[in-house]
């Protein structure tokens, strides 16, 4: 036994060592950006992330996003799979995120505050969503070419100093969930964070 104890003491001390590592890697994590958050992401929901504008969004698991540029990445939601087309006019997506620059923000809260030949207004207010100050408009298609009469369209205007957003759910059928839509809408901009 005597020939073994000095072995013995360095392993028992390698392995005491190796656990005060360990304890106080789990205590203080390295590097710094390794480190989660203690937000529990749910197995329903997917994330993503705009690098070219800096924010992050947690959108529902069984949609689809898709994108031709690093720009248009985490910028359109379908629960069905969809192309982006070269030139983008019209709605194709039923949520859609815009990157407003900041010296056309009152302008951009004006228009879409006040009734137009798109859409009749129904309801406008500010709400806090995640400690960020938000404006909710809620409208009610006039009936275009494009638009049927009536088709819903709920905007959230997302002020930040950096990159205002515009988070939009445009109804493009008749046999739309628009409730479930509009839920889905909310939780998309609760879990907007910027980075």
């Not at 504008?53 to 994108?67: I, K, M, N, R, S």
């Not at 070269?86 to 505050?113: G, R």
């Not at 798109?118 to 298609?141: C, G, P, R």
Request: proline share 6%.
């Amino acid at each position: 036994m005597g020939k073994y104890e000095p072995i013995n003491k360095l392993f028992k001390s390698k392995v005491n060592s190796i656990q005060k590592i360990t304890n106080s890697s789990l205590e203080k994590p390295l590097p710094y950006a390794d480190t989660q958050t203690p937000e529990v992401i749910g197995s329903h929901v997917k994330l993503c992330a705009n690098t070219v504008y800096g924010y992050q969004l947690a959108y529902p698991g069984d949609w689809f996003t898709t994108y031709n540029s690093d720009d248009q990445k985490c910028r359109f939601f379908a629960p069905y799979s969809f192309v982006i087309t070269k030139l983008v006019e019209d709605s194709f997506a039923p949520i859609e995120i815009e990157v407003i620059p900041p010296w056309q923000w009152e302008n951009t809260v004006k228009f879409y505050e006040n009734p137009n030949e798109f859409y009749n207004v129904l309801s406008s207010q500010n709400v806090e969503i995640a400690d960020k100050i938000v404006k909710k408009i809620e409208t009610a298609s006039t009936g275009s070419a494009t638009i049927p009469r009536g088709f819903t369209k709920v905007t959230y205007l997302v002020l930040d100093a950096k990159i205002p957003l515009r988070i939009s759910y445009v109804q493009l059928e008749s046999t739309d969930n628009v409730n479930g839509y509009k839920d889905d809408l909310k939780q998309i901009v609760e879990s907007l964070k910027y980075f």
